[in-house]
């Protein structure tokens, strides 16, 4: 946790991935492994970019 008591604490980096953070027997884990989400991704490809978030807000 950062306090302004401990300024070592504020120059510390942690990298985390969200896979690490949803534990294994998740409900989403589970929709996950049994909805197949390729027909949605078809579905909405045209209105995504393929680069990631473009514009500015």
């Known amino acids: 946790m950062l306090s302004k008591n ?3 604490q ?3 980096l942690e990298m ?3 896979d ?3 534990p294994q027997e998740h409900l989403v884990r589970k ?5 197949d989400f ?3 991704y078809d ?3 045209d209105v995504y970019s393929e680069v ?3 514009g500015g807000g």
């Open 20 to 22: 690490q953070l949803v």
């Open 52 to 54: 990631g978030r473009l």
């Open 16 to 18: 985390v991935a969200l």
């Open 10 to 12: 504020r120059d510390q």
């Open 6 to 8: 401990n300024p070592i």
């Open 31 to 35: 929709m996950e492994a049994a909805i």
């Open 38 to 40: 390729t027909l949605i």
């Open 43 to 45: 579905l909405l490809k």
